[in-house]
């Protein structure tokens, strides 16, 4: 799993390169692909639930499962990007939310702000602790800035399947829910969003966006919960 997870963040850091005014969603999805498949891995979300890419690509008020497609990036843009990778049957998924160029002052902090938020849940992340410790960390995190957490899409255990027991939510109560144990790997994900915590689905039956049309931004890591602590799995480091 930690080769995986350093193939997963491998990719999204070749992404993150990438993101500049006039790049396309789909070039970006190239280059993740590339990068997955020259390490001799497999792109887990292709053909997943027939889902038709390597990466999501999700721009402004898009939350999740943006498609990549011939969408321009331009300046003042943010675009979320989520990858997974399996390594020898198991899976890391990671994502982030990255400005194309010079953006709007909330941006940058609805960008910090969840970043934040997940450095904070993974820090609850420890053996002894409960899921929502985890929870509570994000949503507070996000909440106390002013923002909103979705409700609708959460984090997940991870392993041989990118979605497994237990789901993680970005909102909920400290002290409340499963005990974490040493060996558990879960991907941790707080999507939040500028406005309304609500959001819909369009029609293309993938691409998630928030109801008010207000921007929303996404982080991913997977993480193993070990005795000495949290670890890392997609850490580009
Ligand atoms: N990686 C996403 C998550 O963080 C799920 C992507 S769904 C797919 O859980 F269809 F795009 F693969
Ligand atoms: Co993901
Ligand atoms: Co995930």
Redesign the pocket.
């Known amino acids: 799993m930690r080769e995986a997870g350093r193939l997963a963040a491998g990719a999204l850091q070749a992404v993150r390169a990438a993101v500049k005014p006039g790049i396309t969603t789909d070039e970006l999805d190239q280059i993740a692909h590339q990068f997955i498949v020259k390490n001799g891995a497999k792109p887990?979300?292709l053909g997943?639930?027939g889902?038709p890419?390597t990466i999501?690509a999700s721009v402004n008020e898009e939350v999740?499962?943006g498609i990549p497609g011939r969408r321009v990036l331009k300046e003042g843009d943010i675009i979320g990007v989520?990858v997974?990778a399996t390594w020898k049957g198991f899976v890391g998924?990671t994502?982030a939310t990255f400005p194309v160029g010079d953006v709007p002052e909330e941006s940058r902090r609805l960008i910090e702000v969840t970043r934040d938020s997940l450095q904070r849940a993974i820090a609850a992340a420890r053996v002894g602790a409960r899921l929502g410790d985890i929870s509570w960390a994000v949503q507070s995190a996000a909440e106390d800035k002013g923002f909103s957490v979705v409700r609708d899409f959460v984090?997940?255990g991870v392993g041989r399947q990118?979605?497994e027991e237990p789901a993680v939510p970005n909102f909920g109560e400290a002290g409340t829910g499963m005990r974490l144990a040493a060996g558990l790997v879960i991907?941790i994900?707080p999507m939040v969003n500028a406005g309304t915590h609500h959001v819909r689905v369009l029609p293309d039956g993938?691409t998630v966006v928030t109801e008010d049309g207000r921007r929303s931004a996404h982080f991913?890591h997977t993480i193993a919960i070990l005795d000495e602590g949290p670890l890392i799995l997609t850490d580009p480091s």
């Open positions: 887990t979300f997943y639930r889902y890419k999501c999740v499962h989520d997974g998924d994502a984090g997940h990118m979605h991907a994900e993938w991913e």
